[in-house]
């Protein structure tokens, strides 16, 4: 049986030249039994990879959209324990990296928290307020359970910080596209750049996130040279939005799977 | 002063829990401050900005009647008589001539009961810095005075209507403007908290009060007071009033939390007091309220800058090595010790010392010194505390 590095490594390198899908869902949003039909929804709209959200309380990375989001679903009874129920079942279908602030983790303690995390088939973990100098003891949980800890960059990071994220990431590189927190952004898209300087200090696969809101951005990052496109705000707004959120996402998750093939 | 590196860690406590987009400005703004403290023009201009400007140092007051009712010997260390009427200033002013030492133009403040976000206002005027501050939608209600001032001052107040709408939201939410802005503005943070560099940074800016106490003390009673007391919400009061005593073995520094309607109750706003796990808010692990998931707890408190559900992680650290002491006070005893300083000394205190003070009063010791850090005026508490009792 793969671990879960393995596992995100078949899933970019099974895409045959195009770059991969990661939607995001806000788990237990809007409450708990949605939002696993939402995450079936992305799979069979044609994603890859899922990255799946812990809801906390103040989540400093996040934009209004998933703020909102993560507030409704703790106000619904979302539990850590019931996200990492809708990630057993989802990753029995695709590779599921999960994306939790760092509270959490120290509130159930950092091993346990990440023996759980694996025993739900998680592949791989996103801490947004853990930078390098703080993430020694997650990394080490994580490599003894083998899950893939996934290290940010970010467009201000120096040289010298990209290599030592580059070398240390594990699975992937998540790369954040624009100084900001996640949200939908209208501005046209030169992700080239930041891409470039990422993957010159990485080996692991480039996935670029935070602004990403249309297929023609989500093609542009492609074309740019991403191996991976994270889709966050957009789709976490769908569900918001619509009367059949699982319904509503899978239509959106299949254009962007088109915009990128 | 030849040190390459600020406290990251006190004890345990503190680190750098951010996005990775804000770690290279944590390290310029270390760099810059490191640099800047030892800097003599720099210091210069601070000092004259904190004597001419905003009227440093600031009078130790022996209280005679708060003295005669609490039955010792009672210093007021009158923070409250400085420029805009709070400590907030000797920050303010420190980091914004940082800003300009850093080129940037663009100043975020957070506020809760107003102070800082005036003192930051003042000082982005004085230094002609642009100045957007985060405050609390509940806390604009409750401290209107203040919103008014920052607007004539040509700040840019920004309601946050997210959970409690007080001072842990508008932190969040000035935080992720820096995320955003970082290239082009600085954060000035108004207490002792967030990510590393910035309590050291605090510390350093606002030790001035017991620096200032100290020698004044010594030159008035010929000794040590028994007691230093002050309020502590991210604690930015207290850390610069015990910094100077901390190796004084002698001298107990005590911190008084909000205890808003009772620790019992869960309506308060005192970790440290209250005890319990540790963890991540705003950038730095301290004594936090919280639940078992680790969402952060709303915190309560009458008193906007106590309101606030995290700490300074340099007093979670002198309260686990049993360096200071950690008290909490409720609402109600605030505002009776609100009114009897008014009434007794001819003083009104803000909501925040009145803690502080009511702890003085009116718990039993053996001191018969004490030194209490009138961290600030109450006049932006007048409404809300007249409507609370009733006239």
Redesign the interface.
């Known amino acids: 049986m793969m671990n879960g590095a393995e596992r995100i490594a078949a899933a970019f390198s099974g895409r045959k030249g195009r770059a991969a899908l990661m939607p995001y869902l806000m788990g237990g949003f809007p409450d708990i039994e949605t939002s696993l039909g939402i995450g079936n929804a992305y799979v069979e709209g044609g994603a890859d990879l899922i990255e799946l959200g812990v809801p906390?309380?103040?989540p400093?990375?996040d934009?209004p959209v998933i703020?909102?989001a993560g507030?409704a679903a703790?106000a619904a009874g979302a539990?850590?324990d019931l996200v990492l129920g809708v990630a057993g079942e989802l990753s029995a279908r695709l590779p599921i990296v999960l994306m939790c602030?760092?509270?959490?983790?120290?509130?159930?303690g950092t091993d346990r928290f990440v023996d759980e995390i694996a025993a739900a088939g998680v592949s791989g973990l996103i801490v947004?307020?853990?930078?390098?100098?703080?993430a020694p003891a997650t990394s080490k949980s994580c490599a003894a359970a083998g899950v893939a800890f996934v290290g940010?960059?970010?467009?201000?990071?120096?040289d010298q910080?990209l290599a030592a994220?580059g070398a240390a990431t594990q699975g992937f590189l998540y790369t954040?596209a624009v100084?900001?927190?996640t949200g939908e952004r209208g501005d046209d898209s030169d992700y080239g750049e930041v891409i470039a300087r990422v993957r010159s200090h990485t080996s692991a696969p480039v996935a670029l996130g935070f602004g990403i809101s249309t297929p023609e951005q989500a093609s542009a990052a492609a074309g740019a040279g991403a191996d991976g496109v994270i889709i966050g705000s957009r789709l976490v707004r769908e569900a918001a939005e619509a009367d059949q959120p699982p319904a509503a996402c899978k239509t959106l998750v299949e254009q962007f799977a088109r915009a990128l093939r | 002063m030849s040190e390459t590196k600020l406290d990251h860690r006190f004890g345990p406590y503190g680190g750098q829990y951010v996005p990775e987009t804000l770690m290279p400005a944590l390290a310029e703004l270390e760099a810059a401050w490191l640099s800047a403290r030892v800097d003599d023009d720099f210091q210069a201009e601070l000092g004259r900005l904190l004597r001419d400007y905003a009227g440093r140092p600031t009078p130790l007051y022996l209280a005679e009647r708060l003295s005669a009712a609490a039955g010792r010997t009672i210093y007021l260390k009158r923070e409250d008589l400085i420029h805009t009427g709070a400590h907030k200033i000797n920050n303010a002013l420190g980091q914004a001539l940082l800003a300009v030492r850093m080129g940037k133009r663009r100043i975020i403040a957070e506020t809760g009961a107003g102070q800082h976000g005036v003192a930051s206002a003042t000082a982005c005027a004085l230094l002609e810095l642009e100045c957007v501050v985060y405050m609390g939608a509940e806390d604009i209600r409750r401290q209107a005075p203040n919103v008014q001032r920052m607007e004539l001052l040509g700040a840019t107040v920004v309601a946050v209507e997210a959970g409690a709408r007080t001072l842990k939201e508008a932190v969040s939410e000035a935080i992720r403007d820096w995320v955003t802005n970082v290239a082009d503005s600085h954060y000035i943070i108004g207490s002792a908290v967030g990510p590393a560099p910035y309590p050291a940074i605090v510390r350093d800016l606002q030790r001035c009060i017991g620096d200032e106490a100290r020698a004044q003390i010594l030159e008035r009673e010929g000794r040590l007071p028994q007691r230093v007391i002050a309020c502590v919400g991210g604690g930015s009061n207290a850390i610069g009033a015990f910094t100077a005593f901390v190796g004084d073995d002698d001298v107990e520094l005590i911190g008084v939390e909000a205890a808003g309607e009772g620790i019992d109750s869960g309506r308060h706003g005192a970790p440290l007091t209250a005890g319990g796990r540790p963890g991540v808010l705003h950038g730095s692990l301290s004594a936090l309220l919280q639940d078992d998931e680790g969402q952060i707890a709303e915190a309560h408190s009458i008193s906007a800058g106590l309101d606030y559900p995290g700490s300074g992680p340099e007093h979670a650290w002198l309260r686990d090595s049993g360096r200071a002491t950690y008290v909490a006070v409720t609402d109600d005893e605030a505002l009776a010790a609100f009114e009897r300083t008014a009434q007794l000394e001819g003083i009104i205190p803000a909501l925040e010392p009145a803690h502080a003070i009511h702890y003085a009063l009116h718990v039993p010791s053996d001191s018969d010194l004490d030194l209490i850090c009138l961290s600030g005026r109450g006049d932006k508490d007048l409404a809300e505390v007249l409507k609370l009792l009733g006239r």
């Open positions: 906390f309380s103040d400093l990375a934009g703020q909102s507030s703790l539990t850590l602030y760092s509270n959490a983790i120290l509130a159930r947004p307020d853990l930078p390098l100098e703080e940010l960059a970010a467009p201000t990071s120096t910080r994220i954040v100084a900001g927190t």
